[in-house]
């Protein structure tokens, strides 16, 4: 199944991986499971890795999928690590539930702001062209940088905003590794995407910190002090 996907994907022409890579940054956007995000971003750095391929050398182009697969090994293991933390100490999914909502606003205003950003991405696509760029890696450039934007505005979990920041990288690297496909750039653009997932993975952590490290409570402490006073107090019942 994972052999046919890849050959799928690989076979796609440029304007269908353009449409893809607008469907992946918008799921990032709007998504509120983490692991969805994670998927979409998944797809988003090969379809970005096949875009590239046609303008770049191959190596170049691989090593944009090791870099991003790194990312999401690091972001997965996170995400994982944080779920089950809190799905042991509350309900389950109640951390999807709680952490992926921005503001207290429904799946329709998203939805809603979607559109609205989607038609403001279209018309500037429309207006803003350079003659010495391609018009499908701008177009691309232009959604994945867009859709990063509004996917940072949208949420206030760490995890999804570095998703977010790294959708907002790839329409960058789109666009600059295509002017300068050069190997130092490419070793500052993959270490630049591996320290803000290791970053974004830190915050996570931190901001769950009470669930991965749950404090003893009350009752735990009454116990403890209560075991070294037994002796004592059947000594002086003696006396």
């Known amino acids: 199944m994972l052999e046919t996907a890849l050959r799928f994907l690989v076979a796609l022409t440029s304007e269908q991986v353009v449409v893809g890579l607008a469907i ?3 799921v990032v956007a709007v998504a509120v499971d983490w692991r969805l995000v994670l998927l979409a971003l998944a ?12 303008y770049v050398l191959v190596q170049i182009a691989v090593t944009k999928v090791l870099v991003g697969g790194f990312c999401l090994l ?24 709680r952490e992926h909502e921005a503001l207290p606003i429904s799946a329709w205003f ?3 702001a979607l559109g609205m950003w989607t038609l403001g991405i ?12 391609d018009h499908r890696l701008l177009s691309a450039a232009y959604w994945l940088g867009g859709f990063g934007v509004l996917a940072i505005m949208l949420t206030r ?18 666009l600059f590794t295509a002017l300068e496909p050069g190997l130092l750039l490419l070793g500052f653009l993959g270490t630049a995407n591996i320290l803000t997932a290791l970053v974004g993975a830190y915050l996570t952590v931190v901001r769950n910190l009470p669930y991965l490290e749950p404090l003893q409570n009350v009752q735990s ?11 004592a107090r059947q000594e002086e019942e003696t006396r």
Not at 222 to 231: G, Q, R
């Open 110 to 112: 998203r939805v809603l």
């Open 74 to 97: 690091v972001l997965y293991r996170t995400g994982r690590r944080v779920q089950e933390a809190v799905d042991a100490l509350t309900l389950p999914g109640s951390w999807v539930d």
């Open 24 to 26: 992946t940054a918008a």
């Open 43 to 54: 797809v988003q750095y090969f379809l970005t890795s096949v875009l590239l391929n046609d």
């Open 122 to 133: 279209v018309a500037f696509n429309a207006r803003v062209q350079f003659n010495f760029l």
């Open 157 to 174: 979990n760490p995890l999804k905003t570095t998703a977010a920041l790294l959708t907002f990288q790839n329409g960058f690297e789109v």
């Open 221 to 231: 402490w009454d116990v403890l002090s209560l075991e070294p006073a037994e002796p």
